[in-house]
């Protein structure tokens, strides 16, 4: 796969786009306000067919409860079209969710406009906020998506410790994965 940078995403200080989106976790509509007083707020979005994401969630699901006692959430959206991608639908994120644990909110976004609000293009694309819920981060998770023990660049990890030390975060890094499927 070629890397290169996004040209439609957020720039770096922008504040984060609001949402209103449902919650296969907890059958609950999920927002920004719901994740008020967090000291970060993880935005990625995902889906349930890339073998990119796939090969992410236990790490995602570890990223999670290592930084859930730290202040920091993060919350996953599938923006994905469902009518030649049916294993992206609702249903299909439930069963997903459930599956393999999720101990965080997945949302649907059906109408693409939370993506296209964010910039997103590929799954996993991360989107990482600062308490004011200014974009500080935006791109992979790290430098190795096929095996876990062979990352040399923890990119994501390296931009939460620095969110939460008051540093400034290393530089962006293009996401990698699959695009999203737009209608």
């Keep these: 796969m070629v890397l290169t940078a996004s040209t439609m995403m957020l720039s770096l200080g922008t504040k984060a786009p609001d949402f209103q989106l449902p919650d296969v976790v907890s059958s609950t509509t999920i927002s920004l306000e719901t994740f008020a007083g967090k000291k970060g707020l993880l935005v990625m979005f995902i889906c349930n067919h890339c073998p990119y994401v796939q090969a992410y969630e236990d790490r995602l699901i570890a990223l999670q ?12 959206i599938n923006s994905n079209e469902t009518v030649n991608h049916p294993e992206d639908d609702f249903p299909h994120m439930v069963e997903r969710a459930k599956a393999k644990g999720y101990n965080f909110p997945y949302l649907r976004d059906d109408s693409q406009e939370v993506a296209r609000s964010y910039g997103a293009e590929r799954t996993p694309h991360i989107f990482l906020f600062d308490e004011k819920r200014r974009l500080r981060y935006t791109g992979r998770i790290d430098d190795n998506w096929q095996n ?21 975060p290393p530089s962006n890094t293009p996401a990698i994965g699959c695009t999203i499927k737009w209608k």
Excluded: F, I, W
């Design 65 to 76: 409860r290592d930084y859930a006692p730290k202040g920091v959430q993060l919350v996953a």
């Design 148 to 168: 876990p023990k062979a990352v040399k660049s923890h990119d994501l990890r390296n931009a939460l410790e620095a969110l939460l030390q008051a540093k400034e």
